[in-house]
T-cell receptor, first 116, second 117 residues
Framework: GAVVSQHPSWVICKSGTSVKIECRSL??????MFWYRQFPKQSLMLMAT?????????EQGVEKDKFLINHASLTLSTLTVTSAHPEDSSFYIC????????????FGAGTRLSVL | AQTVTQSQPEMSVQEAETVTLSCTYD???????LFWYKQPPSRQMILVIR??????QNATENRFSVNFQKAAKSFSLKISDSQLGDAAMYFC??????????????FGRGTQLTVWP
């Protein structure tokens, strides 16, 4: 299957700093990427849908100025957590889809963010 | 919004036995996709099996098969000959078929599967 690379896998940062997470589709072009947040032992919560070359669509309750998403190319989307606080600590997962490839979403391995 | 319900927070099965995980969903659409994803302790989401709503035949992938009941909006996963490596959190997911536009996935709350040796 298609490969989605997510980096970093784990990041620790100080409160008030910004953290950037990258999501790359390695062997296909992803017109759409999705960003999820997952709390321990809970389901995935969709944060935003990222379309190449256009602004991301955020889910209700997700602060777009807090979670900046950029999808500048067909193989790369980034999520920047700005002015991170301890409550932003979570597991963030991206996925990428290619229309026609059985319409399957392929997931990255996730990023564990710990804000001190 | 569409909802996906997994009524079993936890399930367990003996190695080599069969286990069925339940999933129901709510939608007014006629065309959609259903998925089962597996999330092992590594937390990497892995696609287990997928079903197109327009297909009456139940999907099968080796030891994994589904029982898709469209009228009842039910989509259960059967794991045969369970292996220790099957231990994971299993998520049922739904997505609309929007043609050339990809819709979002709606996930259930998950079922934690334990496999006993």
């Amino acid at each position: 299957g298609a490969v989605v690379s997510q980096h970093p896998s784990w990041v620790i940062c100080k409160s008030g700093t910004s953290v950037k997470i990258e999501c790359r589709s390695l062997d296909f072009q992803a017109t759409t990427m999705f960003w999820y947040r997952q709390f321990p032992k809970q389901s995935l919560m969709l944060m935003a849908t990222s379309n190449e070359g256009s602004k991301a669509t955020y889910e209700q309750g997700v602060e777009k100025d807090k979670f900046l998403i950029n999808h500048a190319s067909l193989t790369l989307s980034t999520l920047t957590v700005t002015s991170a606080h301890p409550e932003d600590s979570s597991f963030y997962i991206c996925s990428a889809s290619l229309v026609g490839a059985k319409n399957i979403q392929y997931f990255g391995a996730g990023t564990r963010l710990s804000v001190l | 919004a569409q909802t996906v319900t997994q009524s079993q927070p936890e399930m367990s099965v003996q190695e080599a036995e069969t286990v069925t995980l339940s999933c129901t969903y709510d939608t007014s659409e006629s065309d959609y996709y259903l998925f089962w994803y597996k999330q092992p302790p590594s937390r990497q989401m892995i696609l287990v099996i997928r079903q197109e709503a327009y297909k009456q035949q139940n999907a099968t992938e080796n030891r994994f098969s589904v029982n898709f009941q469209k009228a009842a909006k039910s989509f259960s996963l059967k794991i045969s000959d369970s292996q220790l490596g099957d231990a994971a959190m299993y998520f049922c997911a739904y997505r609309e078929d929007r043609g050339s536009t990809l819709g979002r996935l709606y996930f259930g709350r998950g079922t934690q599967l334990t496999v006993w040796p």
